[in-house]
């Protein structure tokens, strides 16, 4: 993006202030560790506060090797303070400080902003960027801690002094091991994977045929229709459960692989209709007339034009559906038994019935999934609006 | 129908012990530890020796339950379930397990006692067969206990906060807690089940344990109470003497057991009703089989928990892979049996609901 | 309009009906054409339609109606039932000796089919001691027949004889067909299994005249054994109910003068039996001895409370009320708990609700006003936890919040926390709002930004321009607009956080669960299912009318989902 306001440099009494600022709340954390709380934040601004007159001042012209030495001295000094990992959230400070005093010398960071705004609206703006990502923060960092704990080569779910340390002792792939090789945890893998296509199948094909017969012109009760498909999404998961697990125990259905695959279907069949019928809104009508206009018949104009078009929908929609059995563990608790024991059911009684954090190893695996699984949507979804000739929005 | 069906078939049984057939067959237990000691001692074997496929499933917690509903669809999926005696009695009464005649199903001891004598009293239902003898008992951090204070040894050390300052972990249920707090509350262990038949019993227990509920940790599933303990959320907290074993011996954490006031019980077999006759053959058979003298006895290699039979206890070796002696860690051993307390089903059947209601009401407030 | 429409009326009404190609009238074509299109519609439709309804419907409603349905009282004791109807309680009186008569052969079948026990669980959810006082009596109800069938068997070896039996109570003649159906229809409500079939007895009408209570005894043993053993009856024992019975009518005055005149096969026997001359049994006072507890008027006001074959009294239960015999009554203080339950889910959904909101609303600006690029791939960041299996963040949140886990333990070691006084934050309300609010941000997340994305930006430029603060601009002009995207996210937000189970289970301690925490322990653990079901509707009616609202205010077609 051009430059909205043209960069000028800041003069010292403005980057100075704000630089030592920024160090004296680091310098809080760093003294308090230490317990020194106020020695901490006066020794943490004058620090940075020397460092960004050194850099912006004296090294102005050269912003690489300054970054570079900044983020370099910082490690070391961490490093000798306290170990690796001390290093390492050195070297952090170090590039964050280096990248923060040149981008307020330079005045880069008006680059992006209009330039009537007021000072204190750049100050807005920027604090509210960092509130926002802080949220983000809180939205990635539950699925990030659990990560490197599946690699932890105690039986617990905490960080061990040797993790903390960067120690190999205290990592082990012993929990991936243990997925890969137990037999309860590839047996629910097997089931897993069963079932979840099976339910997929059924949800997508029921699914789609009634979300083109929704978005038909003229449907009765179509939102009392809508309103019963849609529920299986709305009412709470244990009364689904408690009934199916009930009803089908009537019927000879519970503990069955095909009791467990009616369930699942029936869950995944609201994300079906409201991603087909989402893509059937943009979907142009004059197409299947055109196709029938020149003599093709109602299949043929399905399979050879609306269904191309639909097809991202249907796939994402199948995406949610497929997940949502993956990652079904209330329903499958009741209604299923031992021999349809699914991932998450396994991972439900590794939290409450034996300690192992291979459930640990099993859900970085599965975000890995999760993220293939984001990427192939988000493609899709692009693929789908270059199809219908939207601007990607 | 179903009961002569099951003596017939049991009788057939014996007859021609050991059917081998190339089939499987589901057996419920809790998971954990505990399913793994059973694989080892009898799934393993059994399979090895008939080549039956055994399926685990852990859902025995939920064992009433799900097999009432199997039941009322006609349809039991399981062959063997493995339930604690309270739920045998209450599986028994409602003709969901079935009764067994104790001494045609299993094999007698080494030295020609017969099966019902050699488990003696344990056999608390016609539908039970016991199979091992469990306490409830609290487990600490050694490394929490505070400096001049020797390690809790008493019952009333849970409620004692000031002694041993920290967290406890109970679990979420009246039963067990209500009779600990009579007695601590100065209730003689005999009077326990009276007193808390009454409003100002049940006031006493929960008084007493208002002491120590902004404290307490309540937990539902059997790996609470390790966790908390090797995590150090908690100083002590209660659950099977079997868990306590595991953490202590076999995963080294620093905590220590309390044999004091623990709660005596059962876990055992059922074998379901409505099965068909080769299945309940089948179930018959795998009874037979694991609830030897022998087999019993090799159960307690892998955990804590004593063998039901009187013949097995002078059977119990050391630790498969530890090898260290079991009979010092078993809840029967004498030197720990000393102070037990003998838990009453009857009148848990009775006062449970009631009691359910006012716990949780209390534990919400 | 108006003219146009008129005009061409006259047009039509001047050539009459406009044709369509095939020469149909127009109106008529199109009209058919619609119904083609409607009907094609909901062909399409139908499949989808009937399987919900059969798969998840179904289950729901045969759930729901678990919460009134107390079919047991009235199955398992049918005629003490009818006997006890006459009975009030409040004279402070337990029942008559023939309620207790009535109880006693109930019972006795009850016990064969293992079915009274059954019944005292359930009646045990309403008055504390009944499920012992059932069981205990189950066990003890042989003792009284067999006082009588010594006796008997004394004075003629032969009535304790299967055989013999099964001849003296077939008799000859026309049997008693009422008496044998009636008996199958008492033990198909009983056992739940079709009693029909051949079962090799048939009540003489003489012998059920001359001993009507012995012929309805034999009746339930040899329709029992016959259908449910699969046994002939007159292969097999009777029951001791059926001496019991038998004493009994040979007690009643004027049966023995009777007897001296029947000639029927067993004739002997019965002359032998009423030569005993046996005392009438006295119910009551065998009952009193099983356990006293059966003359305590509590006990019968419950099972008379409890008879109708449907009942409020799960739904009472769910509000902390109960039955009694003078109406509805609100529960002792101390078990008071569902009503707090409700208002504590409630509560902890709104709280969620709105942090959400709060942490929402700033995300979803952001994303709407960053170029496209940027957003999407910040996109990512909010839907990867959306996709990521609910277990794996509930456990994740665990490992961050407890007392050693990576929150305090980065606390402690910046030392704004003293590591004897670490933060509680897992097993209480603030656990699980804090874990819930992260699992249902993005549902929040995504109907903000889809709103916001509609909003112009210039709006708030030129309201600047204006003269307008940026407070101003933002809450005047903005935040106005964003209003149903608030909307829709925090109903679907606050649907999904009261039906919340498997986080407030793991890390809502006691203090921080739900009521579906204490439906799934109802349902799993204490098995009083008709509570537990009540729970559920009362749930259920509060999703649904807030889906209703939903459906109102945002309409069901437009959720969307991220992607």
């Given at each position: 993006?051009?430059?909205?306001?043209?960069?000028k440099?800041t003069?010292?009494?403005?980057?100075?202030?704000?630089?030592?600022?920024?160090?004296?709340?680091?310098?809080?954390?760093?003294?308090?560790?230490?317990?020194?709380?106020?020695?901490?934040?006066?020794?943490?601004?004058?620090?940075?506060?020397?460092?960004?007159?050194?850099?912006?001042?004296?090294?102005?012209?050269?912003?690489?090797?300054?970054?570079?030495?900044?983020?370099?001295?910082?490690?070391?000094?961490?490093?000798?303070?306290?170990?690796?990992?001390?290093?390492?959230?050195?070297?952090?400070?170090?590039?964050?400080?280096?990248?923060?005093?040149?981008?307020?010398?330079?005045?880069?960071?008006?680059?992006?902003?209009?330039?009537?705004?007021?000072?204190?609206?750049?100050?807005?703006?920027?604090?509210?960027?960092?509130?926002?990502?802080?949220?983000?923060?809180?939205?990635?960092?539950?699925?990030?801690?659990?990560?490197?704990?599946?690699?932890?080569?105690?039986?617990?779910?905490?960080?061990?002094?040797?993790?903390?340390?960067?120690?190999?002792?205290?990592?082990s792939?012993?929990?991936?091991?243990?997925?890969?090789?137990?037999s309860?945890?590839?047996?629910?893998?097997?089931?897993?994977?069963?079932?979840?296509?099976?339910?997929?199948?059924?949800?997508?094909?029921?699914?789609?045929?009634?979300a083109i017969?929704?978005?038909?012109?003229?449907?009765?009760?179509?939102?009392?229709?809508?309103?019963?498909?849609?529920?299986?999404?709305?009412?709470?998961?244990?009364?689904?459960?408690?009934?199916?697990?009930?009803?089908?125990?009537?019927?000879?259905?519970?503990?069955?692989y095909?009791?467990?695959?009616?369930?699942?279907?029936?869950?995944?069949?609201?994300?079906?209709?409201?991603?087909?019928?989402?893509t059937?809104?943009?979907?142009?009508?004059?197409?299947?007339?055109?196709?029938?206009?020149?003599?093709?018949?109602?299949?043929?104009?399905?399979?050879?034009?609306?269904?191309?078009?639909?097809?991202?929908?249907?796939?994402?929609?199948?995406?949610?559906?497929?997940?949502t059995?993956?990652?079904?563990?209330?329903?499958?608790?009741?209604?299923?038994?031992?021999?349809?024991?699914?991932?998450?059911?396994?991972?439900?009684?590794?939290?409450?019935?034996?300690?192992?954090?291979t459930?640990?190893?099993?859900?970085?695996?599965?975000?890995?999934?999760?993220?293939?699984?984001?990427?192939?949507?988000?493609?899709?979804?692009?693929?789908?609006?270059?199809?219908?000739?939207?601007?990607?929005? | 129908?179903?009961?002569?069906?099951?003596?017939?078939?049991?009788?057939?049984?014996?007859?021609?012990a050991g059917?081998?057939?190339?089939?499987?067959?589901?057996?419920?237990?809790?998971?954990?530890?505990?399913?793994?000691?059973?694989?080892?001692?009898?799934?393993?074997?059994?399979?090895?020796?008939?080549?039956v496929?055994?399926?685990?499933?852990?859902?025995?917690?939920?064992?009433?339950?799900?097999?009432?509903?199997?039941?009322?669809?006609?349809?039991?999926?399981?062959?063997?379930?493995?339930?604690?005696?309270?739920?045998?009695?209450?599986?028994?009464?409602?003709?969901?397990?079935?009764?067994?005649?104790?001494?045609?199903?299993?094999?007698?001891a080494?030295?020609?006692?017969?099966?019902?004598?050699?488990?003696?009293?344990?056999?608390?239902?016609?539908?039970?067969?016991?199979?091992?003898?469990?306490?409830?008992?609290?487990?600490?951090?050694?490394?929490?206990?505070?400096?001049?204070?020797?390690?809790?040894n008493?019952?009333c050390?849970?409620?004692?906060?000031?002694?041993?300052?920290?967290?406890?972990?109970?679990?979420?249920?009246?039963?067990?807690?209500?009779?600990?707090?009579?007695?601590?509350?100065?209730?003689?262990?005999?009077?326990?089940?009276?007193?808390?038949?009454?409003?100002?019993?049940?006031?006493?227990?929960?008084?007493?344990?208002?002491t120590?509920?902004?404290?307490?940790?309540?937990?539902?599933?059997?790996?609470?109470?390790?966790?908390?303990l090797?995590?150090?959320?908690?100083?002590?907290?209660?659950?099977?003497n079997?868990?306590?074993?595991?953490l202590?011996?076999?995963?080294?954490?620093?905590?220590?057991?309390?044999?004091?006031?623990?709660?005596?019980?059962?876990?055992?077999?059922i074998?379901?009703?409505?099965?068909?006759?080769?299945?309940?053959?089948?179930?018959?058979?795998?009874?037979?089989?694991?609830?030897?003298?022998?087999?019993?006895?090799?159960?307690?290699?892998?955990?804590?928990?004593?063998?039901?039979?009187a013949?097995?206890?002078?059977?119990?070796?050391?630790?498969a892979?530890?090898?260290?002696?079991?009979?010092?860690?078993?809840?029967?051993?004498?030197?720990?049996?000393?102070?037990?307390?003998?838990?009453?089903?009857?009148?848990?059947?009775?006062?449970?609901?009631?009691?359910?209601?006012?716990f949780?009401?209390?534990l919400?407030? | 309009?108006?003219?146009?429409?008129?005009?061409?009326?006259?047009?039509?009404?001047?050539?009459?009906?406009?044709?369509?190609?095939?020469?149909?009238?127009?109106?008529?074509?199109?009209?058919?054409?619609?119904?083609?299109?409607?009907?094609?519609?909901?062909?399409?439709?139908?499949?989808?339609?009937?399987?919900?309804?059969?798969?998840?419907?179904?289950?729901?409603?045969?759930?729901?109606?678990?919460?009134?349905?107390?079919?047991?009282?009235?199955?398992?004791l049918?005629?003490?039932?009818?006997?006890?109807?006459g009975?009030?309680?409040?004279?402070?009186?337990a029942?008559?000796?023939?309620?207790?008569?009535?109880?006693?052969?109930?019972?006795?079948?009850?016990?064969?089919?293992?079915?009274?026990?059954?019944?005292?669980?359930?009646?045990?959810?309403?008055?504390?001691?009944?499920?012992?006082?059932?069981?205990?009596?189950?066990?003890?109800?042989?003792?009284?027949?067999?006082?009588?069938?010594?006796?008997?068997?004394?004075?003629?070896?032969?009535?304790?004889?299967?055989?013999?039996?099964?001849?003296?109570?077939?008799?000859?003649?026309?049997?008693?067909?009422?008496?044998?159906?009636?008996?199958?229809?008492?033990?198909?409500?009983?056992?739940?299994?079709?009693?029909?079939?051949?079962?090799?007895?048939?009540?003489?009408?003489?012998?059920?005249?001359?001993?009507?209570?012995?012929?309805a005894?034999?009746?339930?043993f040899?329709?029992?054994?016959?259908?449910?053993?699969?046994?002939?009856?007159?292969?097999?024992?009777?029951?001791?109910?059926?001496?019991?019975?038998?004493?009994?009518?040979?007690?009643?005055?004027?049966?023995?003068?009777?007897?001296?005149?029947?000639?029927?096969?067993?004739?002997?026997?019965?002359?032998?039996?009423?030569?005993?001359?046996?005392?009438?049994?006295?119910?009551?006072?065998?009952?009193?001895?099983?356990?006293?507890?059966?003359?305590?008027?509590?006990?019968?006001?419950?099972?008379?409370?409890?008879?109708?074959?449907?009942?409020?009294?799960?739904?009472?239960?769910?509000?902390?009320?109960?039955?009694?015999?003078?109406?509805?009554?609100?529960?002792?203080?101390?078990?008071?708990?569902?009503?707090?339950?409700?208002?504590?889910?409630?509560?902890?959904?709104?709280?969620?609700?709105?942090?959400?909101?709060?942490?929402?609303?700033?995300?979803?600006?952001?994303?709407?006003?960053?170029?496209?690029?940027?957003?999407?791939?910040?996109?990512?960041?909010?839907?990867?936890?959306?996709?990521?299996?609910?277990?794996?963040?509930?456990?994740?949140w665990?490992?961050?919040?407890?007392?050693?886990?990576?929150?305090?333990?980065?606390?402690?070691?910046?030392?704004?926390?003293?590591?004897?006084?670490?933060?509680?934050?897992?097993?209480?309300?603030?656990?699980?709002?804090?874990?819930?609010?992260?699992?249902?941000?993005?549902?929040?997340?995504?109907?903000?930004?889809?709103?916001?994305?509609?909003?112009?930006?210039?709006?708030?430029?030129?309201?600047?321009s204006?003269?307008?603060?940026?407070?101003?601009?933002?809450?005047?002009?903005?935040?106005?607009?964003?209003?149903?995207?608030?909307?829709?996210?925090?109903?679907?937000?606050?649907?999904?956080?009261?039906?919340?189970?498997?986080?407030?289970?793991?890390?809502g301690?006691?203090?921080?669960?739900?009521?579906?925490?204490?439906?799934?322990?109802?349902?799993?653990?204490?098995l009083?299912?008709?509570?537990?079901?009540?729970?559920?509707?009362?749930?259920?009616?509060?999703?649904?009318?807030?889906?209703?609202?939903?459906?109102?205010?945002?309409?069901?077609?437009?959720?969307?989902?991220?992607?």
């Open positions: 993006m051009a430059a909205l306001t043209p960069v440099p003069p010292a009494s403005f980057y100075v202030p704000v630089v030592a600022a920024a160090g004296g709340f680091a310098g809080i954390f760093v003294g308090t560790a230490q317990g020194a709380t106020l020695l901490g934040l006066v020794a943490g601004a004058a620090l940075l506060a020397g460092i960004a007159l050194l850099l912006a001042g004296a090294l102005s012209e050269k912003e690489k090797a300054g970054r570079w030495g900044l983020f370099v001295l910082m490690a070391l000094a961490g490093f000798t303070l306290g170990g690796l990992m001390g290093g390492i959230i050195g070297a952090l400070f170090g590039w964050f400080f280096g990248w923060f005093i040149y981008w307020l010398s330079t005045g880069r960071y008006r680059q992006k902003l209009v330039p009537y705004l007021t000072p204190g609206q750049v100050l807005w703006h920027y604090t509210f960027r960092v509130i926002c990502g802080a949220i983000f923060v809180f939205l990635i960092t539950p699925i990030i801690v659990v990560m490197p704990l599946s690699f932890n080569a105690q039986d617990f779910f905490t960080f061990t002094p040797e993790m903390l340390r960067l120690d190999p002792d205290g990592f792939m012993k929990h991936y091991d243990d997925f890969f090789t137990n309860d945890w590839q047996n629910a893998l097997w089931n897993s994977l069963t079932i979840a296509p099976m339910a997929t199948l059924l949800s997508v094909t029921f699914g789609t045929l009634a017969g929704l978005s038909q012109p003229h449907v009765p009760y179509r939102q009392a229709i809508m309103a019963i498909l849609i529920s299986p999404m709305i009412v709470p998961l244990i009364i689904s459960a408690a009934g199916m697990y009930f009803f089908y125990s009537r019927i000879g259905l519970q503990g069955t095909i009791g467990v695959v009616l369930a699942h279907a029936a869950l995944g069949i609201p994300f079906v209709i409201i991603t087909v019928t989402a059937l809104v943009g979907f142009d009508r004059s197409l299947t007339r055109a196709a029938a206009n020149m003599g093709a018949n109602p299949t043929t104009t399905f399979f050879r034009i609306q269904m191309p078009l639909i097809l991202p929908g249907v796939i994402s929609g199948g995406l949610f559906a497929f997940i059995s993956f990652d079904e563990v209330v329903v499958v608790l009741f209604v299923g038994s031992a021999g349809q024991k699914t991932l998450p059911w396994q991972m439900f009684t590794g939290l409450r019935e034996q300690i192992s954090p459930i640990l190893a099993v859900a970085t695996i599965l975000v890995a999934l999760s993220i293939l699984l984001l990427a192939t949507v988000e493609i899709l979804r692009r693929r789908s609006e270059r199809l219908r000739g939207m601007t990607p929005a | 129908m179903k009961l002569t069906t099951a003596l017939l078939a049991t009788s057939a049984l014996v007859v021609s059917v081998a057939s190339a089939q499987s067959m589901t057996i419920v237990s809790w998971g954990g530890a505990y399913s793994a000691s059973q694989k080892n001692a009898y799934h393993d074997p059994y399979s090895e020796k008939t080549g496929e055994i399926i685990n499933d852990d859902s025995s917690a939920e064992a009433v339950a799900k097999l009432r509903a199997m039941n009322e669809a006609g349809n039991v999926t399981w062959d063997v379930v493995d339930v604690v005696g309270a739920d045998a009695i209450r599986l028994c009464d409602e003709g969901l397990a079935m009764e067994i005649d104790h001494d045609e199903v299993l094999a007698a080494p030295d020609g006692t017969s099966a019902s004598d050699d488990f003696g009293d344990l056999i608390v239902s016609d539908c039970f067969v016991p199979q091992i003898v469990y306490s409830t008992t609290f487990g600490y951090r050694t490394d929490m206990v505070p400096a001049g204070v020797e390690a809790p008493d019952i050390d849970v409620f004692d906060l000031e002694t041993y300052p920290g967290k406890r972990a109970l679990e979420k249920r009246p039963i067990n807690n209500m009779e600990w707090a009579l007695l601590c509350s100065g209730v003689a262990k005999e009077d326990v089940y009276d007193v808390l038949e009454t409003e100002d019993g049940i006031a006493m227990a929960l008084a007493k344990l208002d120590i509920k902004d404290q307490t940790i309540w937990w539902s599933a059997g790996a609470d109470t390790p966790q908390l090797a995590d150090g959320e908690i100083f002590m907290g209660s659950t099977y079997g868990r306590l074993f595991s202590i011996e076999e995963q080294g954490q620093p905590v220590g057991m309390m044999w004091d006031a623990q709660v005596f019980d059962l876990d055992g077999w074998v379901p009703t409505g099965l068909s006759e080769e299945r309940t053959k089948q179930a018959m058979d795998y009874l037979f089989f694991a609830t030897d003298t022998q087999r019993l006895a090799d159960q307690a290699k892998y955990i804590s928990y004593g063998p039901a039979r013949s097995s206890a002078p059977l119990v070796g050391k630790h892979s530890l090898g260290i002696d079991m009979a010092p860690h078993m809840p029967t051993d004498p030197a720990n049996a000393a102070n037990t307390f003998l838990f009453n089903y009857e009148w848990w059947a009775d006062y449970r609901d009631d009691l359910d209601a006012k949780q009401a209390w919400a407030q | 309009m108006t003219s146009t429409s008129d005009s061409s009326a006259e047009q039509a009404a001047a050539s009459g009906p406009m044709l369509a190609a095939d020469g149909t009238p127009l109106k008529k074509s199109i009209a058919r054409a619609l119904r083609m299109q409607k009907l094609r519609a909901l062909a399409l439709i139908a499949p989808l339609l009937i399987f919900i309804l059969v798969t998840f419907i179904a289950p729901i409603a045969d759930m729901l109606f678990r919460s009134v349905e107390n079919q047991i009282v009235s199955t398992t049918p005629r003490t039932i009818t006997t006890l109807e009975w009030d309680g409040s004279a402070g009186e029942p008559g000796e023939d309620v207790f008569a009535a109880l006693y052969y109930d019972m006795f079948v009850a016990a064969e089919a293992k079915e009274h026990t059954k019944l005292g669980t359930r009646l045990n959810y309403e008055q504390t001691g009944i499920s012992s006082l059932f069981r205990k009596s189950g066990r003890k109800l042989d003792d009284l027949g067999k006082d009588y069938q010594k006796p008997f068997e004394k004075a003629a070896k032969d009535l304790g004889d299967g055989a013999a039996f099964h001849a003296l109570m077939t008799g000859t003649g026309p049997s008693d067909s009422a008496l044998l159906e009636s008996t199958r229809a008492r033990l198909e409500a009983l056992t739940g299994d079709s009693m029909a079939g051949e079962i090799g007895f048939a009540p003489g009408a003489e012998i059920s005249a001359l001993l009507p209570l012995t012929a005894a034999y009746a339930d040899a329709v029992f054994t016959a259908r449910v053993d699969g046994d002939a009856p007159a292969d097999e024992d009777p029951w001791e109910a059926v001496y019991t019975a038998l004493a009994h009518d040979l007690a009643t005055p004027g049966t023995i003068e009777k007897i001296a005149s029947y000639t029927g096969p067993g004739a002997e026997l019965l002359q032998a039996a009423a030569d005993v001359a046996p005392s009438l049994p006295d119910y009551r006072a065998f009952f009193e001895d099983v356990d006293e507890d059966w003359l305590d008027v509590a006990n019968w006001s419950t099972i008379q409370t409890y008879a109708p074959n449907y009942t409020s009294g799960y739904f009472l239960n769910a509000i902390d009320m109960q039955k009694t015999p003078d109406g509805t009554a609100l529960r002792d203080d101390d078990e008071r708990i569902y009503i707090m339950l409700f208002k504590r889910t409630m509560f902890m959904s709104l709280v969620i609700t709105f942090s959400c909101i709060l942490l929402g609303y700033p995300v979803a600006w952001l994303l709407a006003n960053l170029p496209m690029r940027t957003a999407n791939l910040l996109m990512i960041l909010v839907l990867l936890p959306f996709w990521t299996s609910l277990l794996v963040r509930t456990s994740a665990k490992v961050m919040l407890q007392q050693q886990g990576v929150i305090n333990d980065v606390l402690v070691w910046l030392g704004l926390v003293e590591d004897t006084a670490r933060l509680i934050m897992i097993n209480n309300q603030l656990g699980t709002i804090i874990a819930m609010t992260h699992i249902l941000l993005p549902f929040m997340i995504l109907p903000l930004y889809s709103v916001m994305q509609t909003i112009p930006p210039t709006y708030l430029r030129a309201a600047k204006l003269g307008a603060t940026n407070w101003t601009a933002f809450w005047r002009v903005y935040f106005p607009q964003s209003i149903p995207g608030i909307g829709a996210g925090s109903i679907l937000v606050f649907i999904l956080a009261i039906g919340y189970y498997i986080t407030p289970e793991i890390v301690g006691t203090t921080g669960t739900f009521i579906s925490n204490r439906i799934a322990y109802h349902i799993s653990s204490s009083n299912w008709g509570l537990g079901a009540a729970l559920g509707a009362i749930l259920l009616a509060a999703v649904l009318l807030l889906y209703w609202c939903y459906d109102q205010i945002v309409g069901i077609d437009n959720v969307k989902l991220g992607g």
